[in-house]
């Protein structure tokens, strides 16, 4: 058995003496681990850094066995992301999720796509990629089952003005619906629901916030896992821009 393929590196841990275990994300094989030889060596390191776009090689004798892996560098996001924190920051995030979350070997072509759109943005402009990476979290989460909906207000029906989301439900709600409970409730920027919206550093971290409650809960809280540290640390920086935004 043999597949090639092109494909985001997710995470690398060591394994024996000088060797890998490397988990990437494919469109057609989902995230799909592999043994590397010399993986850990300080000649092949650079390329299994998550983040990396790479055209990977995976070889072995039956479908449910480890396999090896191999790979060739098509882009260095993450050389590229270490001159820049937040770059750093998101990259590292969105891979550590990726990695933890999705079932192994389960296709997921749309959030493939979101993750290599998102490299090749961060790759432009770091600020531009952070509302992209809240985005993505939604993919996810929709990938995952537990979409939100964000179409129409949950009590009343209306579809225009929707600040807020309900966190037991994952439904929008308007202004008017949410009434006594608008306290309860979660803010809902508007760049989440209409891409060519205005949105700052602010704006990201209510995203966060918001994609974090269902992260937590539903796709790592339902395992009896903790986000990943990385994770924690890009809302950190987030939050921090905010705070330097709100203070100017």
Known sequence: MEWEAPAVVLEARPHGEGGAVVSVLTEEFG????????????GQAALWMPGNLIEARWVGRLPEQLGALSGELVHAAAALAMADPLAT???SSCCAIAADA???REAHGLL???TVALVATLARDTLLAVPDAVRWELRLLQELGYGLDLSAC???GEAEVLPYVSPKSGRAVSEAGAGLFRDRLLPLPAFLRDDAAASGPADWAAGLRLTGVF???DVFGARNRGMPGARDRFADRVCLLASAGAGD
Do not use: I, N, Q
């Not at 995230?31 to 300080?42: D, I, N, P």
């Open 154 to 156: 949950a009590v009343t």
């Open 215 to 217: 992260l937590a809960r």
């Open 89 to 91: 920051a998101l990259l």
């Open 102 to 104: 999705l079932p192994e």
């Open 112 to 114: 493939f796509h979101d």
């Open 31 to 42: 995230r799909h681990a592999g043994l590397v030889k010399g993986g850990a060596s300080r």
